[in-house]
């Protein structure tokens, strides 16, 4: 159910080929019952998992509920068009990509009409699909410079480079794995930074300048390697502020298939904490 403490509003916003997404908005309510407009809040932008070919704004529903009523943030949950076998050969990388660095845009243009103020924090984020893409954009909006910037990422468990180079997916026991995961987004994905974050080590800027991350690691995930390399080149390499959980002896996305463990629970609970902290790395 809706929480009492929480305004929920659906919207379709354009993107750069004429067609329209669904974004859903979250704004905290005063103990009135009004949508709370008084200060301004934090702005939080979600994108959903789903391996970029299923998925939607659902999935991330509960998180944007939760930091509206907790963290007083107002949150805009972006739907994008996946690689969706009925939709193919129309909707293919980068269209995610594209749709996503869209939808940001446009939450950064109109955050003072819902209510929120980037400047006590921007912060963007995503699980699985949804993390690669908070990773992706967190550089575009760097080298893009976006205004008003992004302060902080949370990227949970998400696909960072490719499927080729990755140490677990290259064993022959995960030879089928890997070969599903190409066959389905229809694409060699190898070069292209804008669906492996790691390119952007490549190039002159590397990955300095991005805001700080929290991430989290499922210890029995095959994308594992990933997090963890990742989180030392950010914070080794490019000197960005990091903080990790790890769930050592779980899977991927094990607290949305089980959310009745216990660790599902301290899961959701280290979410909102790590987003709170996001949220201070803002403050001056």
């Given at each position: 159910?809706?929480?009492?403490?929480?305004?929920?509003?659906?919207?379709?916003?354009?993107?750069?080929?004429?067609?329209?997404?669904?974004?859903?908005?979250?704004?905290?309510?005063?103990?009135?019952?009004?949508?709370?407009?008084t200060a301004g809040h934090p702005l939080i932008v979600m994108f959903h998992?789903?391996?970029?070919?299923?998925?939607?704004?659902?999935?991330?529903?509960?998180?944007?509920?939760?930091?509206?009523?907790?963290?007083?943030?107002?949150?805009?949950?972006?739907?994008?068009?996946?690689?969706?076998?009925?939709?193919?050969?129309?909707?293919?990388?980068?269209?995610?990509?594209?749709?996503?660095?869209?939808?940001?845009?446009?939450?950064?243009?109109?955050?003072?009409?819902?209510?929120?103020?980037?400047?006590?924090?921007?912060?963007?984020?995503?699980?699985?699909?949804?993390?690669?893409?908070?990773?992706?954009?967190?550089?575009?909006?760097?080298?893009?410079?976006?205004?008003?910037?992004?302060?902080?990422?949370?990227?949970?468990?998400?696909?960072?480079?490719?499927?080729?180079?990755?140490?677990?997916?290259?064993?022959?026991?995960?030879?089928?794995?890997?070969?599903?995961?190409?066959?389905?987004?229809?694409?060699?994905?190898?070069?292209s930074p804008l669906q492996v974050p790691f390119h952007y080590g490549a190039?002159?800027?590397?990955?300095?300048?991005?805001?700080?991350?929290?991430?989290?690691?499922?210890?029995?995930?095959?994308?594992?390697?990933?997090?963890?390399?990742?989180?030392?080149?950010?914070?080794?390499?490019?000197?960005?502020?990091?903080?990790?959980?790890?769930?050592?002896?779980?899977?991927?996305?094990?607290?949305?298939?089980?959310?009745?463990?216990?660790?599902?629970?301290?899961?959701?609970?280290?979410?909102?904490?790590?987003?709170?902290?996001?949220?201070?790395?803002?403050?001056?």
């Open positions: 159910p809706i929480p009492k403490q929480v305004h929920e509003e659906e919207r379709k916003i354009r993107v750069r080929d004429g067609t329209e997404i669904k974004i859903r908005i979250y704004r905290p309510m005063t103990e009135g019952g009004d949508k709370d407009s998992e789903g391996g970029f070919s299923m998925g939607d704004l659902t999935d991330e529903e509960v998180n944007c509920r939760v930091f509206s009523r907790d963290l007083r943030a107002v949150c805009v949950n972006m739907d994008y068009r996946e690689d969706r076998v009925e939709l193919a050969p129309e909707v293919q990388f980068p269209t995610w990509s594209n749709d996503s660095w869209d939808a940001l845009q446009w939450a950064a243009q109109n955050a003072r009409s819902f209510g929120a103020d980037p400047s006590l924090g921007f912060v963007i984020g995503g699980a699985s699909a949804g993390g690669n893409i908070t990773a992706v954009l967190a550089h575009l909006a760097r080298d893009g410079g976006l205004s008003p910037p992004l302060t902080g990422q949370r990227i949970s468990q998400p696909p960072r480079c490719n499927p080729n180079q990755d140490p677990i997916l290259t064993t022959r026991s995960s030879a089928e794995t890997r070969a599903r995961y190409q066959a389905l987004l229809q694409t060699d994905l190898n070069d190039l002159e800027s590397g990955h300095h300048g991005v805001p700080p991350v929290y991430l989290q690691v499922c210890g029995l995930d095959p994308l594992r390697h990933e997090g963890l390399i990742y989180e030392r080149m950010l914070r080794g390499e490019a000197g960005v502020a990091t903080r990790v959980d790890v769930y050592a002896g779980y899977g991927h996305g094990f607290w949305s298939n089980w959310p009745e463990l216990p660790r599902s629970r301290e899961f959701v609970e280290d979410t909102v904490k790590g987003v709170a902290w996001l949220l201070e790395q803002s403050k001056p």
